[in-house]
């Protein structure tokens, strides 16, 4: 359990961008990089029985269970060249955005071509040259005379959607996923704060239960093409911004498992496997099931969050016979989630 990720203490408050007590915006300040942010885990997805379960980890379909709402799809979209001409105000109830063009989630917005105003933003390719006036932790200063292409100081582009919650989320926990988007963005439902993340190439999640409303909610995300993060994204890539991966909603129990890891250990003569199963959160029993779907051992809990077991002359799992057995978990609930593993 020690060797999750952990992240800083999430914050209760979030305020529009303005600069906090050291000067520096979040996006520029290399000691802040969430606000609200749920703590990073494993990516699964919760089923109503084992057998949905089941027939989701064979086909690799998540999206099948009833507890996932996709937000992919059209969003509206403006585009900023620079912080200071973005609409700042945007992510309020009865901000108009009728008039703002679409655009498809997930994409880059630098492949759009021209936006607001006949702004423009191009992919730029480089090792390790930076794209911006190096000044860390600043991105905003002036561009460097060698990029003269690349004509604007860390543009903004602002999405909005709307969507309303499932009938099968009642009552229940909901999250907002975003699988990737960068470098940094603010997000809001219904004109309410609710997170900041950086690290956009991975997976950033907010509890968004209490914000919700019935019948149709709003959902804003403001997303800054450089943050002080980007100073560590030297390397030969191309630099796109925008929300690049899908965004969707997952209801999950609200007495459920947020979090497991499997690991698996083999005899020195990979005779005898030794599967253990580390769980965060409220579990009621393990199963290990084999390729076909038969029930290979129940594994035993020796302790809250930790269940064993063992396989004798275990199917090895190798490049060349990729051999995949399940873990599935069951919550107090009935709700089960569970994995592939070798």
């Not at 008039?99 to 607001?116: A, E, F, K, L």
């Not at 292409?149 to 996923?177: C, I, Q, W």
């Amino acid at each position: 359990m020690e060797k999750w990720i952990g992240v800083l203490t999430a914050l209760t408050a979030i305020s529009a961008v303005v600069p906090n007590a050291s000067g520096a915006h979040d996006w520029e300040n290399q000691h802040i990089f969430q606000k609200n942010r749920l703590p990073a885990r494993a990516t699964f997805m919760p089923y109503p029985d084992a057998a949905t379960a089941i027939t989701a980890l064979d086909s690799g379909e998540y999206k099948t269970s009833p507890y996932y709402h996709t937000l992919s799809g059209k969003w509206k979209f403006n585009f900023a060249p620079d912080p200071a001409s973005r609409p700042a105000t945007f992510y309020k109830s009865g901000f108009d955005v009728s008039s703002w063009t679409d655009i498809d989630v997930p994409s880059n917005w630098q492949v759009w071509g021209y936006h607001n105003n006949k702004a423009w933003d191009v992919p730029i390719y480089a090792n390790q040259p930076y794209p911006f006036a190096k000044n860390p932790p600043f991105v905003t200063g002036e561009c460097p005379s060698d990029w003269p292409m690349y004509e604007h100081r860390n543009p903004v582009g602002s999405y909005v959607r709307t969507f309303t919650v499932p009938d099968s989320f009642a009552n229940r926990k909901v999250t907002l996923h975003f699988a990737g988007a960068g470098s940094a963005y603010y997000v809001w439902i219904n004109g309410k704060a609710v997170g900041y993340n950086q690290g956009g190439r991975t997976p950033g999640e907010f509890d968004i239960t209490d914000v919700l409303q019935a019948g149709e909610n709003t959902v804003a995300a403001e997303i800054y093409r450089h943050s002080d993060g980007s100073y560590l994204e030297c390397q030969d890539f191309w630099r796109l911004s925008g929300i690049f991966r899908d965004v969707f909603l997952v209801s999950e129990a609200k007495d459920r498992i947020y979090d497991f890891e499997v690991k698996t250990a083999l005899s020195d003569n990979y005779k005898i496997a030794t599967l253990t199963v580390l769980v965060k959160g409220n579990a009621t029993s393990a199963v290990l099931l084999d390729r076909a779907g038969k029930e290979v051992t129940t594994l035993k809990s020796s302790k809250p969050g930790v269940f064993t077991g063992t396989v004798n002359s275990p199917e090895l799992w190798t490049a060349e016979t990729p051999y995949l057995y399940k873990v599935l978990l069951k919550q107090r609930d009935g709700n089960v989630v569970g994995c592939n593993v070798g």
